[in-house]
């Protein structure tokens, strides 16, 4: 099992920055990549990036490419997701989640942390 802990939510105005910020615990070796993933009110859970374990190989939504950047910390067991020029539609609940092998399904779920942009 593996467990995931989200922080560093909160509200900012358009064109702010936050940092979130997901710790893994438990069967940490297993994990082969994480992702953030985020949901707007009303809306589906949409996928935003993953990089994997090993910091090697990261992935982006198009709708936050250039702007959001994510990163990994193995000595703290640490994912971290940098947001800059935010913009109102980047608010949503955000998501951390693992998963255990490249064709694997994302097992492991963190509780989410609510980010809200004002315009």
């Known amino acids: 099992q593996v467990q995931l802990v989200e922080s560093g939510g909160g509200l900012v105005q358009a064109g702010g920055s936050l940092r979130l910020s997901c710790a893994a615990s438990?069967?940490?070796?297993?994990?082969?990549?994480m992702g953030w993933f985020r949901q707007a009110p009303g809306k589906e859970r949409e996928f935003v990036t993953r990089i994997s374990w090993s910091g090697e190989s990261t992935n982006y939504a198009d709708s936050v490419k250039g702007r959001f950047t994510i990163s990994v910390d193995n000595a703290k067991n640490t994912v971290y997701l940098q947001m800059t020029g935010l913009k109102p539609e980047d608010t949503g609940v955000y998501y951390c989640?693992?998963?255990?092998?490249?064709?694997?399904?994302?097992?492991?779920w963190g509780q989410g942390t609510q980010v809200t942009v004002s315009s």
């Open positions: 438990g069967r940490t070796f297993s994990i082969y990549a």
């Open positions: 989640a693992a998963k255990q092998g490249s064709r694997s399904q994302w097992a492991y």
